[in-house]
């Protein structure tokens, strides 16, 4: 493409040390977009290889990390510096087929964004293929909409809405479940397109123990920021629930209202309370953003 020439679409590739797949990645998607204007910018998150070499001999934009700042940072650094009216922002490492660009792109003239959701037939680990079931399945509950594939990071969405988001996406590899929430419980539309992942070359980046748990944190912290009634009204029913119970019980037993019961039913209505405050603030937030 010529430099002048302003690209319809952006493949943003966050990578780190993927020189054995890179080239082959870059080659597939050269063949695949030729007849569109397009720039491939990979963001080279301090690669210790010749990843970004590699890239550069591909003809694509690099962009070099001087330090490994994260999965995400690397994401958000390629959507601040993308051209395109379009966004596509997938792996480096071969999990995604680049034949499945023109699918996402398709899928994103009628809604806001577009996610390679995998499919059953997908080189997941059976363990990391059940943790994305019950975290989509409680992204779903947060969004009050279905969403299959919370992690997948193979996604098209349009620049100036990426770009307008951008600042709440963490720095780690949960800035797709960050991003599928926030959009859905802003309103927009998300597409969900089913693929076959691959496995990936190389040795995965993803710690299971410490960003299992990081990702449950920020899961929660995303919760919290975007849909808190979702979360304090059911541990206010529990509560409430606990205390009622504890008045029945003893009631029977001793015919008498307990300290136990007053603690238990007050701590209902504050987290009650607290979550209709939260609520309004969200929805504060949400306003001043889409102005």
């Known amino acids: 493409m010529n430099e ?13 040390d993927e020189e054995a797949s890179i080239g082959a990645v870059l080659d597939r998607l050269a063949a695949v977009l030729a007849d569109k204007p397009h720039e491939i ?34 994401v ?19 999990q995604h087929a680049p034949e499945d660009v023109p699918r996402l792109i398709e899928a994103l003239a009628g809604c806001d964004m577009a996610v390679g959701a995998r499919t ?43 770009r307008r988001y951008v600042d709440l996406l963490p720095n780690t590899f949960s800035y ?31 710690r299971p123990g410490t960003d299992g748990l990081r990702f449950l944190l920020i899961l929660l912290k995303v919760g919290v920021g975007l849909a808190p009634f979702r979360i304090f009204f059911p541990l206010s029913v529990v509560f409430g629930a606990l205390g009622l119970g504890w008045y029945v019980w003893t009631y029977i037993q001793y015919e008498r209202f307990t300290n136990m019961s007053a603690l238990l039913l007050c701590t209902a209505v504050i987290i009650f309370m607290m979550g209709l405050v939260a609520d309004q603030l969200a929805q504060l937030r949400r306003e001043r953003r889409d102005e």
Do not use: C
């Not at 002048?4 to 780190?16: G, T």
């Not at 993308?82 to 922002?89: K, P, S, W």
């Not at 409680?138 to 100036?160: H, K, M, V, W």
């Not at 960050?178 to 070359?201: F, M, N, Q, W």
């Open 120 to 162: 059953r037939g997908s080189g997941q680990k059976a363990h990391r293929w059940a943790a994305n079931r019950l975290f989509s399945a409680a992204a779903s509950y947060l969004a009050s909409e279905r969403i299959p594939d919370l992690t997948s990071g193979f996604r098209a969405i349009r620049a100036q809405l990426a």
């Open 76 to 94: 958000k650094r390629g959507i601040r510096e993308a051209r395109g009216d379009v966004i596509v922002l997938m792996d480096a490492d071969g």
């Open 4 to 16: 002048m020439e302003r690209p319809e679409i952006s493949i943003v590739l966050p990578a780190r």
């Open 176 to 206: 797709p479940s960050t991003l599928s929430i926030t959009l859905a419980r802003a309103g927009r539309t998300l597409a969900h397109v089913p693929i076959v992942a691959g496995k990936r070359s190389g040795k995965s980046k993803i």
């Open 41 to 74: 910018l990979v963001v080279d998150d301090g690669s210790t290889d010749r990843t970004g070499e590699i890239a550069r001999d591909r003809n694509a934009r690099v962009i070099h990390h001087a330090y490994g700042k994260g999965n995400g940072a690397a």
